[in-house]
């Protein structure tokens, strides 16, 4: 399956499941209840709970947290307000200490003078999942040799500690 397909099925399984939902999947999901008790309590099939789980390569996501460089809702609606009344760019961002250049590009992602709308700009924020594809996921060969280890009974750990030392280094047919 190539990358592109993957991300396309993550954005559609994501996309049905509420936070809620995201939140008792995964707590009972690692808690090891099966996929098909999980769908039942939450009204969906078991294959849609392992797609979603899947999707994220059975890790729990990390809660994404707005970094401080980024603007708040605060200061986009103070940047909305600002354009409403007028106000020059570096007007605005003078009131709110930051550079120039971040209300611009701020205006510029979001609708300009005449189309920006805190609310909008904060909610494309939240939206937006950066999908990263675990090397896994891209690289067959390397997804074929950890299967294989694991499939010998390696813990995760010692194949990460054989993949770290480079081929010449390693024995291959090293013991557990």
């Known amino acids: 399956m190539s990358v592109r397909v993957l991300s396309l099925i993550e954005e559609v399984v994501v996309a049905r499941f509420s936070e809620e939902e995201r939140v008792e ?11 098909r008790l999980i ?24 809660v994404r947290r707005r970094s401080l460089w980024h603007l708040s809702l605060v200061e986009r609606e103070e940047i909305s ?12 961002a003078t009131r709110l200490g930051r550079a120039p250049s971040t209300i611009s590009r701020e205006l510029a992602r979001n609708g300009g003078r005449v189309g920006y709308r805190a609310h909008h700009a904060d909610r494309a924020f939240r939206r937006a ?12 060969k ?16 010692q194949v990460v ?13 090293s013991e557990k």
Request: charged share 30%; aromatic share 8%.
């Open 161 to 173: 500690l054989w993949l770290k030392h480079p081929p010449c280094d390693r024995d291959d047919s």
């Open 39 to 62: 769908g039942r309590d939450l009204g969906r099939s078991a294959a849609s709970i392992r797609a979603f789980v899947e999707s994220w390569g059975g890790v729990r996501p990390p």
């Open 142 to 157: 390397l997804r074929g040799v950890v299967e294989e280890k694991l499939a010998e009974w390696w813990s995760p750990q």
């Open 25 to 35: 999947v995964w707590d009972r999901w690692q808690a090891g209840d099966a996929n």
């Open 81 to 92: 307000r600002g354009v409403a009344a007028g106000d020059s760019l570096r007007m605005v």
């Open 129 to 140: 999942r950066r999908p990263k594809p675990s090397k896994l996921a891209e690289h067959q």
